[in-house]
């Protein structure tokens, strides 16, 4: 069965802190996705990555950056944690344009 | 500007009901996808549909391309479909709706 696992469900961190949030998926799929969730604003794509190596902005890059080295993980660093990153974080990848998106279950982050 | 819209935003209906929410987008899709998240966070992807309809279990989802429109259809509702329920355009720059929260009351 498809899975996209993240490596965290909860995280705590402090402001100024190196974030890293880890996706892991199984699939062998192209295209991974990182999204924030916030109350009333919705899914916002963060960045995403069509192969290894390969990172495309999103609507909301600032403050983020990613990395994927290896086919099968996507990794989202926030260089220098804020409170207003405080959010829930979801990951995704689909094989192709055509093809449906599996998500991880979300790290919900908080800041402080 | 590439935006999707839905409605209602809060949907509660009777358990044995039948439910429409509905998606309009503004650009060309290359996919629509439903998605249905509950409580906790975890998101199921639905139906992924470019034309036409598509049908798993109690759930029909069906698309207008023309009119950029998508409607999801959940017949005889159960309280277990209580979730959010949530569209979004496939292309490249993925726009999402902001979600309609159903609740279904046994």
């Known amino acids: 069965d498809v899975k996209v696992t993240q490596s965290s469900r909860y995280l705590v961190k402090r402001t100024g802190e190196k974030v890293f949030l880890e996706c892991v998926q199984d699939?062998?799929?192209?295209?991974m996705f990182w999204y924030r969730q916030d109350p009333g604003l919705g899914l916002r794509l963060i960045y995403f990555s069509y192969d290894v190596k390969m990172k495309e902005k999103g609507d909301i890059p600032e403050g983020y950056s990613v990395s994927r080295e290896k086919k099968e993980r996507f990794s989202l660093i926030l260089e220098s944690a804020s409170t207003n990153q405080t959010s829930m974080y979801l990951c995704?990848?689909?094989?192709?344009?055509?093809?449906?998106?599996?998500f991880g279950d979300g790290t919900r982050l908080s800041i402080l | 500007k590439n935006e999707v819209e839905q409605s209602p935003q809060n949907l509660t209906a009777q358990e044995g009901e039948f439910i429409t929410i509905n998606c309009s987008y503004s650009v060309g899709i290359s996919a629509l996808h439903w998605l249905q998240q509950h409580p906790g966070g975890g998101i199921v992807s639905l139906f992924m549909l470019s034309s036409g309809k598509k049908k798993h279990g109690r759930l029909i989802a069906t698309i207008n391309i023309q009119e950029k429109h998508s409607s999801l259809h959940i017949t005889a509702s159960h309280p277990r479909d209580s979730a959010v329920y949530i569209c979004?355009?496939?292309?490249?720059?993925?726009?999402f709706g902001a979600g309609t929260r159903l609740t279904v009351k046994p």
């Open positions: 979004f355009n496939n292309n490249n720059d993925m726009r």
């Open positions: 995704a990848s689909r094989s192709g344009i055509w093809q449906p998106q599996h």
């Open positions: 699939m062998d799929h192209e295209n």
